[in-house]
Structures are given as C-alpha cells and as structure tokens.
Nanobody, 120 residues
Framework: QVQLVESGGGLVQPGRSLRLSCVAS????????MGWYRQAPGKERELVAF???????IYEDSVKGRFTIFRDNAKNTAYLQMNSLKPEDTAVYYC??????????????WGQGTLVTVSS
C-alpha cells in the first residue's frame, strides 16, 4: 500500500505565500515523476507544476515566476512553494506521483487534496 499525504493549505491573503508538502509513505521503492495539480470550483483539474526524478521542472504559464516545485528524495517528499498568491489560485491542490513499490509494481498515486483559499 502506497499513499500520498498533502499538507500546508489554508486561507491566505493575496500577495502572501504558502508552501505545500506531499509525502509518500508505505511500500515505496522509488519515486519517478511528481506533480502538483489543482481544481477550482466548476473547473477541470489542471497541472500546476511537475518535477522529474532528476529535477527537471515544468510549470503552467500562470504560475511561472511565482511557484516553485522541488523535492527531497531522501524524505520521499515534494513541495510547492507558492509566492505572490492571487485569488485565482484558489483551488484544491492535489499531489500526484509515479511510484515503484517494493514489489516492483509501477503505480500512479494521488493524494487526497489540500484546499488553498486566497482572499482578503
């Protein structure tokens, strides 16, 4: 059993910062790509940021220069540093990872989501 647990969401004023964390636990042998997605009310889930196992990153255009994705492989953790937050960043943020289990199964795993609300 492998799971991802996100944390760090909350209510924040426009222009402020938040850092989200995503920890993989359970029968984890290795983690390949990791990503952060978000889903705002009434909208489709979209990719926000993506990081490969060797640190190559991709960002959705609206967050470039404001958000940074990074990871600590020793802790099986990915982070999303969100600066200069805007009301349109309000959404449930989900972590996604491509994980190889200790039984060498390749799994795509989603976290349960963490709510980020940007409002004055």
């Amino acid at each position: 059993q492998v799971q991802l647990v996100e944390s760090g969401g909350g209510l924040v004023q426009p222009g402020r910062s938040l850092r989200l964390s995503c920890v993989a636990s359970g029968s984890v042998f290795s983690i390949n790509d990791m990503g952060w997605y978000r889903q705002a009310p009434g909208k489709e889930r979209e990719l926000v940021a993506f990081i490969t196992s060797v640190g190559i990153t991709i960002y959705e255009d609206s967050v470039k220069g404001r958000f940074t994705i990074f990871r600590d492989n020793a802790k099986n953790t990915a982070y999303l540093q969100m600066n200069s937050l805007k009301p349109e960043d309000t959404a449930v943020y989900y972590c996604n990872a491509q994980i190889v289990s200790r039984t060498y199964r390749q799994l795509e795993v989603w976290g349960q989501g963490t709510l980020v609300t940007v409002s004055s």
